[in-house]
């Protein structure tokens, strides 16, 4: 049981571990409104998932295109639709999309608590097992 739960704690904290992250970026990175002005196709023998691709510019003035590392079917924006983008002050191309990876990142923390629960239950199952079996 106690394997279960440190499986658990490994994706619970890897879920955790990439929110934090995320959460640390948007604070030290530039925010700004971008469109989404096309997609790019992802394919294989599954079908297609759809890299969004944002233009924006950064408060200087510069025009960055950029295209998410993320990819979804159907696509997680439309054409034309306005986006918040961080992007780094020091290399305004490292950005992402606001809301970006999240769902990736709430699974993995779901499956650990469920995991880490399952754990604690096969735990206190074996506990109180023990403790019967040496009171007779």
Do not use: W
Not at 47 to 71: A, L
């Amino acid at each position: 049981p106690i394997f279960i739960i440190l499986f658990g704690m490994i994706f619970f904290g890897i879920g955790g571990g990439l929110t934090y992250r995320q959460m640390v970026i948007q604070r030290n990175n530039i925010q700004v409104q971008g469109e989404v002005i096309a997609y790019t196709p992802n394919c294989d023998d599954d079908g297609c998932s759809y890299h969004s691709v944002v233009s924006y510019q950064t408060k200087d003035g510069i025009p960055i295109t950029y295209m998410s590392s993320f990819s979804s079917s159907p696509p997680a924006h439309e054409i034309g639709e306005t986006v918040t983008v961080f992007y780094s002050p020091d290399n305004p191309e490292d950005a992402f999309i606001k809301g970006e990876g999240i769902i990736f990142r709430i699974v993995f923390m779901i499956v650990g608590g469920v995991i880490i629960l399952v754990g604690f239950v096969f735990f206190s199952f074996n506990i109180r097992n023990s403790i019967l079996s040496e009171e007779e």
